[in-house]
């Protein structure tokens, strides 16, 4: 059973045209979530780290907020660079060891 | 700087021969490391994680294993390659922030094993 969703698998878009990201877990005892930007054929890149319900964090045209069961990756005026897969992990208290989704496949077309 | 390396980028190998993916890190001595596989589809997979020179845990029973004989090398191994083991192959390294433990990754290595 995953215990993070990520929806929706692939998302295509206009550049410009603003979306979300969701991720979504069933774990107890949140540490941390992390979102990764990850380009083909290269290892993930670290984004954000959320730690409690209402925070929020901005990166350019990225904006990652968290509530107490989802975190959302919002993507403003995306440009075609912004194409990517996007991946969320959880943390949980007691151990380092966070758990992946499996990415959402983001292709902005100019 | 905390900069991984990993070695090589890309591999071929055929069916039954050996496997050995090496994992260097720069700056902070004794991180905590890991390795991961990301198969075509799937999420990230953590194989192993090591604490420390010699100390390794492993997650999931498989065909593979891993050593660290130096506090900044992680090296990751098999005796006889399955096609189920080709994929994309990534070290992690842990870095505290704060309170917090964050981890960065390598470049990865793309395996395929024919």
């Known amino acids: 059973e995953d215990q993070v969703t990520q929806s929706p698998e692939a998302l295509r878009l206009q550049e410009g045209e603003s979306s979300s990201l969701n991720c979504s877990y069933t774990?107890?005892?949140?540490?941390?979530l992390f979102w990764y930007r990850q380009d083909p054929g290269k290892g993930p890149e670290f984004l954000f780290t959320?730690?409690?319900a209402g925070e929020e964090k901005e990166k350019e045209r990225l904006k990652a907020t968290l509530t107490k069961k989802e975190s959302f990756l919002h993507i403003t005026a995306p440009k075609p660079e912004d194409s990517a897969t996007y991946l969320c992990?959880?943390?949980?208290?007691?151990?380092?060891?966070?758990?992946f989704g499996r990415g959402t496949s983001l292709i902005v077309h100019p | 700087s905390q900069t991984i390396h990993q070695w090589p980028a890309t591999l071929v190998q055929p069916v039954g021969s050996p496997l050995s993916l090496e994992c260097t890190v720069e700056?902070?001595?004794?991180?905590?490391l890991y390795w991961y596989r990301q198969a075509a589809g799937r999420g990230l997979q953590l194989l192993f994680y090591?604490?420390?020179?010699?100390?390794i845990s492993s997650e999931v029973p498989q065909n593979l294993s891993a050593s660290r004989p130096q506090d900044r090398q992680f090296i990751l191994s098999s005796k006889k390659l399955l096609l189920s083991d080709s994929g994309f192959y990534l070290c992690?390294?842990?870095?505290?922030?704060?309170?917090?433990?964050?981890?960065?990754f390598g470049p990865g290595t793309r395996l395929t094993v024919l």
């Open positions: 992990a959880v943390q949980v208290g007691g151990s380092y060891i966070p758990t």
């Open positions: 700056g902070t001595s004794n991180p905590n």
């Open positions: 959320l730690y409690s």
């Open positions: 090591s604490v420390g020179i010699g100390q």
């Open positions: 774990v107890s005892g949140l540490r941390g």
């Open positions: 992690a390294r842990e870095i505290l922030s704060g309170a917090y433990n964050e981890q960065f």
